[in-house]
């Protein structure tokens, strides 16, 4: 079930009615069966999957918090969601490797393997919870039911954000019900995260995948850089779209979940990027590997190291193909230099005009890196490059009304700087909010491509 698709609107219906009418008791089982009922209307081979790493960390946090052999539980359980991770993500990408190595096939040794769905963002949420009960920043969860929720959770488990156990548990055990201004917030978010998908991201999708299926056939500079720009506005809109709707339809179930992004291509550095794209993700990158692997505590060198190892293995998270590994090499770099020249410095100050040339620089040089996070192979990926490297003659392949919808998007951007909308949203007379809710509705009516497209993170 997509998000933005009847059959989820009339699942989500019946469960929030289902939620409020339930007595208190049931309403965590009731939650819990949503779930897994909304993970397995994709697959239900891979209910046992998802229940037995739930059951492993669940067991390896008690064991934890009881036990003098803590260590040997931390490794269990990172043993248990690593080693499920690399079998079905990572195997067919080293055996074809190794084939090639060996002067074989690729596919000599591949397995028929399908990707269990959210694999990557609900491994990423079971390893944050065990290792925050190691180090003692987080009380053990004791009751099987709730511990299992905040696994399976139906509104983030597919493709996050990835939200902590203090944050989760904080809602769940001191639950309210939501009042007028989550409501609103709830419903904003839900009809701008449509908005965001089916208005914006599908459209900019069939020009990016028109290119991308046949990067050979279709020369000129104009259109690689067309392409490459529509897909960078394909991957902001699609995935801060989906996280909106997250967002929102767990706010209207109590559910207070973390921002995401906060307008990334407004960001002066690469390094300001990264603290607003994905943010649930960067964060966890450096809390969990970058800071273990010693920060920057030891030095320039170190550092570099550092940054080099988290953004290669963030890149390699992202998908099994050296593309990815590739895009994250890059974004380490970049942040390498930014840090030996300085640049890297957290800002406190409001965006202003004058941080232009440094935001369409950073843009220029994200957008390079995303050439090899949409390309199918490195060929294809350094062909684009090239042409983006010529004078940019040809037809540019967006259309006048995308690019007028793209600007009303910097507009919003800008203007959510300064004044959070959400909040002024929160603040508004129902019938302001009824009223912005209904135009969103219109546009998403006016816009929306008539095209089953899934989220482009629903495959890491």
Not at 7 to 34: E, W
Request: with cysteine; proline share 4%.
């Amino acid at each position: 079930m997509l998000f933005f698709t009847a059959s989820y609107f009339a699942f989500f219906f019946c469960t929030i009615i289902c939620f409020y009418l339930a007595p208190v008791k049931l309403r965590v089982p009731l939650l819990l069966a949503a779930s897994y009922f909304f993970y397995m209307s994709w697959n239900w081979k891979f209910a046992p999957l998802l229940l037995t790493l739930t059951v492993i960390d669940y067991v390896a946090a008690i064991w934890i918090e009881q036990s003098h052999h803590r260590k040997w539980a931390l490794v269990a359980s990172l043993a248990s969601n690593l080693g499920f991770l690399a079998v079905f993500k990572y195997y067919n990408f080293a055996a074809s490797n190794g084939a090639t190595l060996l002067g074989l096939p690729p596919g000599r040794f591949h397995f028929d393997i399908v990707l269990p769905l959210g694999i990557s963002f609900h491994t990423f949420q079971s390893i944050s919870y065990v290792v925050d009960v190691y180090r003692g920043q987080q009380k053990a969860i004791r009751k099987p039911l709730d511990y299992a929720l905040y696994i399976a959770f139906f509104p983030q488990l597919v493709a996050g954000p990835i939200v902590r156990a203090r944050d989760f548990f904080r809602d769940l055990y001191d639950w309210h019900a939501p009042n007028s201004a989550d409501i609103k917030r709830g419903g904003f978010l839900v009809a701008m995260g449509l908005v965001k998908k089916v208005a914006l991201a599908d459209n900019f999708a069939l020009i990016s995948d028109r290119y991308f299926s046949s990067v050979a056939s279709q020369p000129g500079g104009a259109a690689a850089w067309g392409a490459v720009f529509a897909f960078a506005m394909q991957i902001f809109f699609d995935f801060s779209g989906y996280t909106d709707m997250a967002i929102g339809f767990a706010r209207l179930l109590g559910f207070h979940f973390p921002v995401n992004f906060r307008q990334p291509y407004l960001a002066v550095s690469v390094t300001d990027f990264w603290r607003r794209w994905h943010i649930s993700l960067s964060s966890w990158l450096r809390d969990y590997l970058y800071i273990p692997l010693g920060g920057n505590r030891y030095g320039r060198l170190a550092t570099y190291r550092n940054l080099m190892v988290t953004m290669l293995l963030g890149g390699l998270w992202h998908g099994a193909n050296w593309n990815f590994v590739i895009w994250g090499g890059y974004h380490g770099l970049l942040l390498s230099l930014e840090r030996l020249l300085g640049q890297a410095k957290h800002r406190e100050r409001t965006w202003t005009l004058l941080d232009v040339p440094r935001a369409v620089l950073t843009f220029v040089l994200v957008c390079v890196g995303w050439v090899f996070f949409r390309a199918g192979s490195v060929h294809d990926a350094a062909l684009v490059i090239s042409r983006m490297l010529q004078v940019p003659r040809g037809q540019w392949p967006i259309e006048p009304v995308l690019m007028m919808l793209t600007v009303a998007g910097l507009i919003v951007a800008l203007v959510e700087e300064r004044v959070s909308l959400l909040e002024a949203v929160e603040r508004a007379p129902a019938w302001v909010a009824a009223s912005c809710l209904g135009m969103l509705l219109f546009v998403v009516e006016l816009f929306a491509v008539d095209a089953n497209i899934p989220f482009v993170y629903f495959q890491f």
